[in-house]
């Protein structure tokens, strides 16, 4: 599988003033990969550097083996054969789709365009709405034929900037997974922007979570949600707790839960005191254990609620629990702790 990006410690400056700094990524042919965070970090001027709209002020960009992208050499976008799908779809509403889809190959005999316009619109599943007007068609329909009209060139990589934001949740995961087998299905090499992690679970191979103009960790959602390199990527990615703890010999943390064991790992030292990343799948609702804690909050979300817990010493829990377990705020409940993932991080005093 040959390397299709290369984005090699770029920075990237607005009016004189650096908004991302030595940020580095690759991506290999056929992989879909994600630049993820809050609005602000930057993840956007990445993308637009990639598709050559801004200028590197150092690093390099490689894309398919050519650099496009040094401080004094930026190759054209339309040079660079990158397709765009931005989160305003942008089509052109006094156009057909099967025209919409067709826009960018013009160029070619009108029985080419026709084919592949054909060809796209199957893929996506449209063919029926060819004749159609993007007004007619519902947000999903209008995303699917954004994105055949930006494959229709077959360019080398397909970069997506936020293209889900204007749709319900439920709506976001659904058409990301969509799109995610659309692209498998051709190979394509992509890239999406977004801020929301779960549509980012759904669509990526691998993603990048960026925070202040870096990315502070580039790996895949399992390693993300269960081993984050920094106690911002726990934070930013799914759900949890801090818990004070203390190291003892050997690989064992003592906290107010109990004795945990795992992979203390280095940079710890014995008594040092840490703080203890603990999921709501962390923690497992029984009835039965001796181990008590007060219901704070409750989320009611169908098949279960999350619980926020308080313990006697006032630190909070997050707790999953099947919904027929319907406890009220106030009440006592019993809980036992499975941390398959030992994840710990120096005391917030201590570490800055």
């Known amino acids: 599988m040959s390397t299709k990006l290369e984005v090699n410690a770029i920075h990237v400056a607005y009016r004189n003033k650096t908004v991302v700094f030595d940020t580095s990524l690759q991506l290999q042919e056929g992989m879909i990969g994600c630049l993820l965070g809050p609005s602000g970090c930057g993840k956007t001027t990445v993308l637009r550097a990639i598709a050559g709209f801004e200028p590197v002020t150092k690093g390099e960009i490689i894309l398919d083996a050519q650099t496009v992208s040094l401080p004094d050499v930026t190759v054209p976008p339309e040079q660079r054969r990158v397709g765009m799908v931005f989160q305003d779809f942008a089509l052109f509403p006094h156009m057909n789709i099967s025209d919409n889809v067709g826009f960018g190959i013009r160029h070619q005999s009108a029985h080419e365009q026709s084919q592949r316009s054909a060809e796209l619109l199957e893929l996506v599943d449209l063919s029926a709405h060819a004749r159609k007007y993007p007004h007619e068609l519902s947000g999903g329909q209008q995303q699917r034929v954004a994105l055949a009209r930006a494959m229709a060139p077959r360019p080398q990589m397909l970069l997506m900037d936020e293209p889900f934001s204007s749709m319900d949740a439920e709506l976001r995961e659904e058409l990301a997974g969509d799109i995610r087998a659309i692209l498998k ?24 979570v960026m925070q202040a103009g870096r990315i502070v960790q580039w790996d895949s959602a399992y390693n993300l949600y269960h081993e984050p390199a920094t106690r911002f990527v726990a934070d930013f990615i799914g759900l949890g707790t801090m818990l004070k703890g203390k190291v003892l010999s050997g690989n064992q943390i003592e906290t107010e839960i109990g004795i945990l064991e795992g992979n203390v790992g280095d940079g710890f030292e014995q008594s040092e005191e840490v703080e203890i990343l603990v999921r709501p799948d962390d923690v497992v609702h029984n009835d039965a254990s001796h181990m008590k804690a007060i219901v704070t909050e409750r989320q009611f979300r169908g098949a279960e609620f999350l619980y926020e817990l ?38 917030a005093s201590q570490a800055a």
């Open 310 to 347: 308080q313990l006697p010493s006032g630190a909070e829990l997050l707790c999953f629990a099947p919904s027929h377990h319907d406890h009220k705020i106030g009440e006592s409940i019993g809980i036992t702790i499975d941390i398959e993932h030992l994840v710990m991080f120096k005391l």
């Open 185 to 208: 299905q051709e190979n394509m090499t992509a890239i999406l922007v977004t801020h929301d992690q779960f549509e980012a679970f759904a669509m990526a191979d691998e993603i990048g």
